[in-house]
């Protein structure tokens, strides 16, 4: 079974320009994360997709950065325009959802290594 | 807010056994503990997690404590691929996001 897969591993861009981050979960993983750890921080939640629908977006910084996950397999999160602030690391993770609505384990990517300029 | 305390680092020699502390004393009835770990720049990998009961894997044990206020993660035979920070993290059953921590760094040494 493939694991949660992230692209790109790195992307290096200038102040103001646009990024765009691909997350693909586990097959049959209905729940979808998006975590990120900026510079000397801990790992913080950014938001919760089950299926197509965000579940839970209380963790987005800003209305720079906007969350998809159309169709409910794959997810992007776009950062525009990204600011020296945005650097970091970006993770996904997936679970299955089971009886009752009870999580199961979160799954991670290797994350995106986003550098800001 | 991340509901443990871990203590910043720790060291272990190569083939002994690792201890890792996580204190959760405000714990709840429905809680889980999970552990996860990092190693180097890579994705948070999954070890272990419980509830009440002691729990046992092929990765490592995880204790808990009668009252639930603590625990204790155990690497039985620390290799040198096992240094990585370690997270302890306390969850709800249906509550979805995880509050990582700061975690243990675990230097295991030759």
């Known amino acids: 079974e493939a694991g949660v897969t992230q692209f790109p591993s790195h992307s290096v861009i200038e102040k103001g320009q646009t990024v765009t981050l691909r997350c693909d979960p586990i097959?049959?993983?209905?729940?979808l994360y998006w975590y990120r750890r900026v510079m000397g921080k801990e790992i913080k939640f950014l938001l919760h997709f089950v299926k197509e629908s965000k579940q839970d977006e209380s963790g987005m910084p800003n209305n720079r950065f906007l969350a998809e996950r159309t169709g409910g397999t794959y997810s992007t999160l776009k950062v525009q325009p990204a600011e020296l602030e945005d650097s970091g690391v970006y993770f996904c993770?997936?679970?299955?959802?089971?009886?009752?609505?009870?999580?199961?384990?979160?799954?991670f990517g290797p994350g995106t290594r986003l550098l800001v300029l | 807010d991340a509901k443990t305390t871990q203590p910043p680092s720790m060291d272990c020699a190569e083939g002994r056994a690792a201890n890792l502390p996580c204190n959760h004393s405000?714990?709840?009835?429905?809680?889980?503990v999970y552990w996860y770990r990092q190693i180097h720049s890579q994705g948070p990998q999954y070890i272990i997690h419980?509830?009440?009961n002691n729990e046992t894997n092929e990765m490592a044990s995880l204790i808990i404590t009668e009252d639930r206020k603590s625990s204790t993660l155990i690497l039985p035979h620390a290799t040198l691929r096992d240094t990585a920070v370690y997270y302890c993290?306390?969850?709800?059953?249906?509550?979805?996001?995880?509050?990582f921590g700061s975690g243990t760094k675990l230097n295991v040494k030759p």
């Open positions: 405000t714990i709840s009835g429905n809680e889980y």
């Open positions: 419980g509830l009440k």
């Open positions: 993290i306390v969850r709800t059953y249906n509550f979805n996001k995880f509050y």
């Open positions: 993770a997936s679970s299955r959802t089971k009886r009752r609505r009870v999580q199961e384990t979160q799954y």
């Open positions: 097959s049959g993983h209905d729940n």
